[in-house]
């Protein structure tokens, strides 16, 4: 894969190796943040001076000679306490942006070894109504499963869902209370959390309700058939629900990679048995419990994980183990990401250490929970509507577009009302989106409608008018060049920068691969817009001469193919006009 900074690291550490006799040594390879810093710079050197007890000064300028001979860097600087300050050949990087130019090299080479990961997103509980929690959860799981992908992993869709649990006994007794009549039945749980909370209310007050639901719960278990075919009209009729939801935000995932909790029904004494005869369980109060020396409650006092209640029934660690040895054993996992809800941060470390210790997945199998944060409203308070009912996902995001149609409408009154409604349509889902991927995740995020549908800043309207600006412009002064037979050139700093801004597009990608944060992607292709604007303001195309022009224009497309590639990448559709 191609990849500077990677490449660097690997001179560098060469260089180390030579002038000290350590191998594997850091050689800390960053972007410089100012021009006269180089392009990139090596700050490893002072640790290893001290592990080295020398001068840090003196063995960066022996690093420095021991560098091989390469094409990649031009000078390398000893700098301050010891740094190295790297600049990179215009001839290699005016080659490399060449042959991306004339498709002998992808942007995003493959990995040199693909994994097969398992990603856990989505996810929402079938009971009830998708909520924003999942939205969350199912935008920044998309795409970095799309990302993963791209890079040449092997990757493996798993949608979690909550199809079982006592609770679904109340939701079909409602349900066959209201008549076998599947179309009433379908009006009915059209609106899921309203459905939700007459059962639930029922539960609680109407006499008999709750023994009724009861024994549903029980005959549910037991397998009784009438049983089983109510609990799959109410499941499937939820997950339609959740499969408009996936369309309307084009997300990737469909009915083959759903692996609902009941799934696992069938693996969940097993499971408590393994740990019975690993000798993990221990029963506490008539319910058996693992406790684990590393998790410890408030004073010390031990913490544990409930894996079968005292009735017998199970909970949801123990499907989660169920699943966690599915996927090491039967899907073969290396790695399982879990892109879930930073609340559930405890259960996820007690369920992973767990199935290590009672050997449900393979030592070398990494498992990741990839938490984020709470969606807030603008008071600060978790976001839901004004009379404090969860907000339907459907409602946000077709609001989200009609305040994208109008602010289309206003900005661009001479667009045919269809080609209008095109853009709002995408504007309105891709705004929603950036919001969420371009925020670090692990922080709490506020739900903001006037930022996320700004035109200004780094935000989906911007990204998307930026590529389709640049898409104009090669429209209008590209005519008769052709990139892929074209010679990129160096004879601006303008250049240079663009030209080292897309070159670094894999190490980005890749850095989301390893780390899943895709707000780094958004940030590389806020500041590739950026970079792209200086260089248009300061690089005519037009009036170039002739090869001259064909550089630029070749500069343009490949800025295009990279904010294409990189919207993709985070699940934004483009525009070519807007
Ligand atoms: N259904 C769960 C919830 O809504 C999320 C499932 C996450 N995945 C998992 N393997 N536990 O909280």
């Not at 840090?56 to 000078?75: F, G, K, T």
């Amino acid at each position: 894969m191609f990849n500077i900074k990677h490449s660097l690291e690997l001179l560098v550490s060469a260089a180390i190796a030579e002038a000290t006799g350590l191998s594997n040594c850091n050689a800390n390879v960053i972007y410089s943040s100012r021009p006269e810093f180089g392009d990139y710079q090596a700050n490893g050197i002072m640790a290893i001076a001290k592990q080295l007890k020398s001068n840090p000064r003196e063995l960066a300028v022996r690093v420095v000679s021991a560098l091989q001979s390469n094409d990649l860097i031009a000078d390398a600087q000893v700098a301050g306490p010891g740094f190295i300050n790297l600049f990179l050949n215009d001839a290699t990087l005016a080659t490399a942006a060449t042959r991306f130019a004339h498709g002998e090299q992808n942007l995003l080479g493959a990995v040199d070894h693909p994994q097969r990961i398992v990603v856990d997103y989505s996810g929402p509980n079938l009971a009830k109504e998708m909520h924003v929690g999942h939205l969350r959860g199912t935008i920044i799981g998309d795409s970095i499963v799309r990302v993963l992908e791209a890079v040449g992993h092997d990757v493996i869709r798993q949608n979690h869902v909550g199809d079982w649990g006592t609770q679904f006994g109340m939701l079909i007794a409602h349900m066959e209370s209201l008549g076998e009549n599947s179309t009433k039945v379908h009006t009915q749980l059209a609106d899921l959390e309203t459905f939700y909370r007459e059962a639930k209310s029922r539960f609680d007050l109407e006499p008999g309700f709750a023994d009724l639901a009861r024994s549903y719960v029980v005959k549910l278990q037991g397998g009784d058939r009438d049983c089983l075919s109510a609990w799959q009209k109410f499941i499937d009729e939820s997950l339609g629900h959740c499969e408009d939801i996936y369309e309307l935000l084009g997300v990737t995932l469909s009915k083959d990679d759903l692996r609902p909790e009941s799934f696992y029904n069938n693996e969940l004494a097993d499971i408590v048995n393994a740990l019975r005869e690993a000798n993990m369980l221990t029963a506490s109060e008539g319910a058996q419990c693992v406790f684990l020396e590393e998790f410890k409650g408030k004073e010390g006092t031990p913490l544990p994980a409930i894996v079968q209640k005292s009735d017998g029934g199970y909970l949801y660690a123990t499907t989660d183990l169920a699943a966690l040895r599915y996927r090491g054993k039967n899907l073969a996992a290396e790695r399982v990401l879990y892109v879930v809800d930073a609340r559930q941060s405890l259960h996820f470390q007690q369920v992973f250490a767990i199935a290590r210790k009672a050997g449900f997945v393979p030592g070398a199998c990494s498992l990741e929970h990839i938490a984020y944060g709470t969606m807030m409203g603008e008071d600060g308070k978790p976001f839901k509507t004004r009379s404090g009912d969860t907000v339907k996902l459907k409602e946000l995001l077709d609001e989200s577009v009609r305040r994208a149609h109008d602010i289309v409408s206003a900005k661009s009154p001479e667009l045919s009302p269809e080609h209008r409604e095109q853009i709002s349509n995408v504007v309105g889902i891709a705004a929603v989106k950036y919001a969420d991927l371009s925020k670090n995740r692990t922080s709490d995020y506020v739900f903001d409608w006037s930022t996320m549908l700004s035109f200004e800043g780094n935000t989906a309207p911007y990204m998307l008018y930026a590529y389709a600006r640049i898409k104009s412009i090669l429209r209008r002064q590209g005519e008769g060049v052709h990139p892929e037979r074209s010679e990129v050139r160096i004879t601006a700093v303008e250049e240079r920068n663009l030209i080292i801004k897309i070159l670094q597009f894999p190490e980005v990608v890749d850095v989301v691969a390893s780390e899943c944060y895709p707000n780094y992607l958004c940030a590389y292709l806020y500041e590739l817009a950026g970079i792209f604007m200086r260089f248009y303001e300061a690089c005519p195309v037009l009036k170039a001469e002739s090869d001259l022009r064909a550089s630029r224009v070749t500069l343009v497309s490949l800025t295009a193919a990279t904010l294409k590639q990189g919207l993709g990448l985070l699940g934004l559709e483009t525009l070519e006009q807007m």
